[in-house]
């Protein structure tokens, strides 16, 4: 089978998402090496800015495929979600066993929990015809996803073992701010997808 340019920038993104997640697997906040954060970084800058590259691509060379359609979701969870994974594991605790990334385990919930519900009913929606696309408020949430992904790995890599309050303060208030987005986007997704939610036809 003959992999199109727009898949297989796809499938570099998947190779790159692995690579970092190797990388992020190697730090311990508890002995900081801030170069494997700043190396993180870079690539989940590549990676996540080739989102936008392959989608581009695909359109305007009309090679939008039901591959390209299945992978281009899929990595872009696996990045996003399994950046945040590893960013609420022990691995970035500090001697006090406090996760000093703010994100906490109720948080990856409603973010995993959104991913999952939205592409059942993504899934379902389209099964039945119906058209099922990304609104802007899906798309804000993608980008202010990447966004706090992206500020939690400078900032702990500029923190070393030390505190630093005005520093701390900011990334709470864009992970908060992330937290608050994602769970208005399943709002906004349930109300589009009302009109199948409450259709007893075919059950």
């Known amino acids: 089978m003959k992999v199109n340019l727009p898949t297989q ?12 997640f190797v990388l992020l697997g190697q730090y311990s906040q508890r002995s900081p090496e801030p170069w494997i954060l ?7 800058v590549i990676a996540a800015a080739t989102d936008y590259l392959d989608g581009y691509l695909a359109r ?16 872009d969870k696996v990045l996003v979600c399994g950046a945040f994974i590893f960013l609420a594991g022990p691995s970035f605790c500090d001697e006090n066993g406090l996760n000093i990334t703010f994100l906490r385990p109720w948080m990856l919930v409603v973010i995993l929990g959104r ?7 993504r899934g379902f929606s389209e099964s039945r015809g119906i058209a099922f696309g990304a609104g802007y408020v899906g798309k804000a949430k993608m980008w202010i996803q990447s966004i706090t992904v992206g500020v939690i790995l400078l900032a702990v890599a500029g923190r070393g073992l030390e505190p630093q309050p005005s520093v701390e303060t900011a990334v709470a208030v864009v992970v908060w701010v992330m937290v608050l987005v994602t769970a208005a986007s399943l709002v906004t997704y349930l109300m589009k997808s009302r009109a199948i939610l409450t259709d007893n036809t075919g059950t």
């Open 115 to 121: 991913e999952l519900l939205v592409t059942g009913l």
């Open 60 to 75: 305007k060379r009309n090679e939008v495929t039901a591959l390209g359609r299945i992978l281009d979701p899929f990595v």
């Open 9 to 20: 920038i796809t499938l570099s993104r998947l190779v790159l998402t692995i690579v970092f």
């Open 38 to 44: 700043y190396v993180g970084f870079a690539l989940f």
